[in-house]
C-alpha cells in the first residue's frame, strides 16, 4: 500500500501565489495525499480562493495565530500521514510526478530529501539554491547553514515533534536536527524536488534570523566549532558573491 503523504500549506494574505501552490499540490499523480491548509485569516481574498478547492482538502482551517510556526504546529497536530511535507504558500512542488517519484526512490525511509530551484517574484527560475543539498545527509549536514530546505524533506511523521515556538525565524532548523537526530534511514532521491519563493524578509528580521540560526547551531554542535563554521560559511559567501559577479559582468 502507497504511505500516506499529509502535505501541510501555510498562508497568510498571500491571493497572488496561493492557487498556484495548491494546484501543484493538487495536481499530483500520486494517489495517497491529505492535504492541510492553515491560513491565518486573511484578509485579501486569499480564502476565497483556497474554498474554490475546498472539496478537495482533508482539512481547512482559518484563524489568526502566533506566527508561521503557531500556524505549522497547528497543521502537524491535524495531519495523520505516514509521512509529513511543508509547503508554504509561494512555493510548489517540482512538478506534477515528484511525489510518486520520491516514494519509488526506496521504500519506508524515515526522510527523504532532494534539491531545490529557486524563483523570484515574477515566477523567473534564479537556478538551484546556493546550499546544494548533501549527498549524504545527517544531523551534523547544516553546520555551514540550511543545505535542506523544509520544501524539500519528507519526514515520517513519527519522528516529528512541534516546532519550538522560542524561535521565530529558525524553528524549521531546529525542527529538521532535531528529527535527523533520530533518524536512521535518510534518502537522497536525487531529483528536484521543489520551487522556492525567494522571500523578502527585511533587513532586521534577517539579521534575528541569523542570530537564531547561530544559536541553534552553537546549541548542536557546539560554540567553539560553530564559531570556526561561520567563518567557513563567510569565507565560502563572498567566493560565491565574487564568482556570481564575475559570470555577470
Known sequence: MLPKL?????????????????LSVLNQTYG???????????TDGTL??????????????????NGIYDAMNKGLALATGDYVLFMNSG???YDQSTVERVFATAPNA????????????NWQSL?????????TFTWRSFKYGMSISHQAIYIKRSLTTPYDLSYKY????????KIAKKASSIVNTHLYVAKYLVGGMSKKKHRESLKE???????????????????VIAFNLVFFYLRYRRTND
Open 213 to 231: 540560526r547561530f544559536q541553534i547551531f552553537s546549541r548542536y554542535y557546539g560554540f567553539v566549532p560553530n564559531l570556526i563554521n561561520h567563518v
Open 91 to 93: 512555493d510548489e512542488i
Open 110 to 121: 524515515d526522510i527523504y530529501y532532494g534539491e531545490t530551484e529557486m524563483y523570484d517574484e
Open 32 to 42: 495517497n495525499i491529505e492535504y492541510i491548509v492553515i491560513d491565518g485569516a486573511s
Open 170 to 177: 529558525s524553528a524549521d532548523i531546529d525542527w529538521i536536527i
Open 6 to 22: 499529509s502535505i501541510i500549506t501555510i498562508v497568510y494574505n498571500n491571493v497572488k501565489d496561493i492557487e498556484r501552490t495548491m
Open 48 to 65: 476565497a480562493i483556497i474554498k474554490k478547492y475546498e472539496g478537495r482538502l482533508a482539512k481547512l482551517i482559518s484563524e489568526k495565530d
Open 127 to 135: 537556478g538551484r539554491r546556493r546550499h546544494q543539498a548533501p549527498e
